[in-house]
């Protein structure tokens, strides 16, 4: 990378954040709202969850994510000429509908961080947060409903959509953890429900705010769709390779959990030898320690699973701008779905 490129690098990953402080800065108010009408003690899980109270119910200052979802349904709407402000409740709702899917996440995979805090199965047990994961998701459709009876209907729709896909997704990620062998096509699959469907909703959802018409709802739907898939490629590379402090969990559980994650499948598909010892090593009865995690990430890399990962990567957001050319979209969007798009996929692949 030349300078000049990585000074550009650098200004869209600034202007990218930015786009996401604005974004959280609209969406919070509507997602304080909706966590204060839930009664006690659910109301308290759930606000420990997004970090405004600590585990004795103290307020607190904590992270309740990037707001990257909300991010993409405000820049669709903006991209097809409306205020994003048009658009706050469905960028609440779909956050809501991300965070139902993380407290349930964290319970079924057993895992005690998130955003460098104790899990919320992990602080009030598995019952608080199954509640509260089932709260925030019945939140998601009655803010929907309440805030904008114009786009009710679709806008409920494109949501159970991306359910559906989210929970087949979910449910492939949790089979495939007791098959000894997966497809890559079959992982592509998965991803595409466990994360891609909510994403493709966050962009539609936009756009249904923005009242176009159906065409341009796909296009953004299908931008959506394709970051991601190069959003899950990214997170699965940062599973094996990413940083604790950074990402806020913990590194290599994926793999000790012989978890069958796009790296993974792909050094198995390549027929490799570094491939066939992972797969054996994936086959052992015994659990995996710290020594077993650091010979599959290498096998990982020795058998182009990462190289691949980060190549797959780069061309799902390739296909996801072409989606954005030839089109009557505001310049000013544009640039925020792009912006938005190279944070995602430059994430310290």
Not at 155 to 181: K, N
């Amino acid at each position: 990378m030349t300078a000049a490129e990585s000074v550009g690098t650098a200004s869209r990953s600034t202007e990218a954040w930015q786009i996401l402080e604005r974004a959280r800065a609209l969406t919070e108010p509507e997602l304080r709202r909706a966590v204060d009408r839930l009664a006690e003690p659910v109301r308290s899980v759930a606000a420990y969850h997004f970090g405004w109270l600590d585990e004795a119910g103290r307020p607190d200052n904590g992270d309740w994510g990037k707001g990257m979802r909300s991010a993409l349904v405000l820049a669709s709407a903006q991209a097809l000429g409306a205020p994003p402000e048009l658009a706050v409740a469905p960028a609440a709702a779909v956050e809501l509908v991300h965070n139902f899917s993380l407290v349930h996440d964290d319970l079924m995979d057993g895992d005690v961080l998130r955003r460098g805090r104790h899990t919320v199965w992990a602080v009030f047990g598995d019952t608080q947060a199954v509640l509260t994961g089932d709260a925030l998701l019945v939140l998601a459709m009655d803010v929907i409903a309440e805030r904008t009876p114009r786009l009710c209907r679709a806008a409920l729709r494109e949501l159970c959509d991306a359910l559906l896909g989210l929970v087949a997704g979910q449910g492939a990620d949790l089979a495939f953890e007791l098959r000894a062998e997966v497809g890559l096509d079959e992982c592509l699959r998965m991803a595409a429900g466990k994360t891609a469907a909510l994403l493709a909703a966050c962009c539609a959802l936009g756009a249904l705010a923005a009242g176009v018409d159906d065409q341009q709802v796909a296009r953004l739907r299908e931008f959506g769709h394709r970051i991601g898939i190069a959003f899950q490629l990214v997170d699965d590379l940062l599973g094996i390779w990413g940083d604790t402090s950074a990402t806020g969990k913990p590194v290599g559980a994926d793999l000790r959990r012989r978890k069958k994650s796009l790296p993974v499948a792909a050094a198995m598909a390549g027929g490799s030898a570094a491939g066939h010892r992972l797969a054996a090593l994936y086959r052992r009865v015994e659990p995996l320690g710290d020594s077993e995690i650091r010979e599959a990430a290498g096998l990982i890399e020795e058998a182009g699973g990462r190289r691949w990962a980060q190549e797959e990567a780069r061309r799902q957001r390739s296909a996801a701008l072409d989606c954005l050319t030839g089109t009557t979209m505001t310049a000013e969007g544009v640039c925020a779905l792009t912006a938005i798009a190279d944070l995602i996929t430059g994430r310290n692949m």
